[in-house]
């Protein structure tokens, strides 16, 4: 170049590339080799998939023994730390044990802080994995070949077992998914050349035994009973009895069922939506009897003590209920405020001034009676020195 020697971009670059200048040679990639019982891997991954007639994007969680290179996969609608926690205990139970770590992709999910061996897990996560046994690592970013067992299974997933499959709800995905890793982990594998469910006869005599009673994964929640009687979580509305309105629940969201309990005696169970539908569940027992529903008052309390103090005004207060831009409840308080506060006579005119030009803001309203009182009820005495009782 500084010669003068002519040459193309794609020249430089090679020339560049095959004698390192400007990046060193790329190293060769290692292999990994496990033994059986210590390494399971988990990653997710997305894929769009139809539930129930409408096409959503499934958060796809695999985990995989490092060994026998046996698969279980589930699908959630999101995947936070619950759905975390309730996949890798259903993948313990599936694998009957549990390995001694848990391989992770250095997800936020389960990382507090940190990345590779300086990784450190969300106090939560740490507490679930010392209980049931195991510890989460992540590799070092970018060393994409050490999670290779679980990234492998994906496509595989996608092209396999997704494609051209509907599904008529969550529950039956996971039930279709469960079966379909029951044959898959059956099938020779040319990459490992042997069968991961006879290579897993040998792994499972090293995992690690799972507990005798493995505590339910759940979720706690505090909500206000709404005036209709429900209780709101992820979009979704779950029935109480109507007694509990205005009253502080407890909610346990656990991976089946929605439990709400107001104290020790009183519990409500609802099946749970695992995903956000912006449905209504109402249970037959929390429906009144036909006939003895909440009843309404046909009049608003307001209204009726605006007719008793002020019948003058009942034509302004009918238009009013049709025409206002307010909450019918929030403008019957505020008239009913000037009503209790300002002098009659100042009232009605400017009601009736307002009626006459179909004026139903009631801030405007409040001003037209304000200019009435101080002009009339406020008049200023023009000589200080003269007393004007005296007269």
Not at 252 to 279: A, G, Y
Not at 363 to 374: A, Q, S, T
Request: proline fraction near 6%; glycine fraction near 4%; include cysteine.
């Amino acid at each position: 170049m500084a010669q003068g020697a002519d040459l193309s971009y794609q020249a430089l670059t090679a020339f560049c590339r095959r004698h390192g200048i400007t990046q060193p040679p790329q190293p060769a990639s290692g292999h990994y080799e496990f033994v059986p019982g210590v390494e399971l891997q988990h990653d997710t991954s997305p894929h769009p998939v139809e539930v129930a007639g409408k096409l959503r994007t499934m958060q796809t969680a695999s985990a995989v023994l490092a060994y026998s290179h046996m698969v279980f996969f589930q699908g959630y609608p999101r995947f936070q730390r619950f759905e975390c926690k309730v996949f890798l205990t259903e993948s313990f139970r599936y694998f009957d044990g549990c390995a001694r770590q848990v391989m992770i992709d250095n997800t936020h999910v389960v990382v507090l802080q940190g990345t590779g061996e300086n990784m450190v897990p969300v106090p939560e996560m740490e507490a679930f994995a010392e209980r049931l046994g195991f510890r989460f690592v992540a590799h070092e970013r970018g060393d994409v070949n050490r999670s290779a067992r679980v990234e492998r299974p994906f496509s595989y997933i996608e092209q396999n077992f997704l494609a051209g499959r509907t599904f008529a709800s969550w529950q039956d995905l996971n039930q279709q998914a469960r079966a379909w890793c029951d044959r898959v982990n059956a099938n020779y594998k040319k990459h490992i050349h042997a069968v991961p469910r006879e290579l897993f006869l040998l792994e499972r005599v090293h995992l690690k035994p799972l507990p005798a009673w493995i505590p339910e994964v759940y979720r706690l929640h505090q909500r206000i009973v709404d005036v209709e009687g429900y209780v709101s979580l992820n979009t979704n509305r779950y029935s109480v009895p109507v007694t509990w309105i205005g009253r502080r629940v407890e909610i346990r969201e656990t991976q089946d069922n929605i439990e709400i309990q107001l104290d020790c005696r009183n519990l409500v169970t609802h099946e749970r939506i695992p995903d956000e539908q912006h449905q209504r569940v109402t249970l037959s027992a929390h429906r009144p009897p036909r006939g003895q529903g909440i009843k309404r008052a046909e009049i608003h309390p307001e209204e009726q003590a605006i007719l008793i103090l002020a019948p003058e005004i009942t034509d302004y207060l009918a238009s009013l209920k049709k025409n206002s831009h307010k909450l019918i409840v929030l403008a019957l308080r505020q008239l009913l405020r000037f009503v209790r506060d300002y002098p009659r006579q100042p009232l009605l005119e400017a009601i009736e001034e307002a009626s006459h030009y179909g004026l139903y803001d009631l801030d405007r309203l409040e001003r037209m009676i304000l200019r009435r009182v101080h002009s009339n009820f406020f008049l200023l005495n023009p000589n200080p020195d003269k007393d004007p009782h005296d007269e």
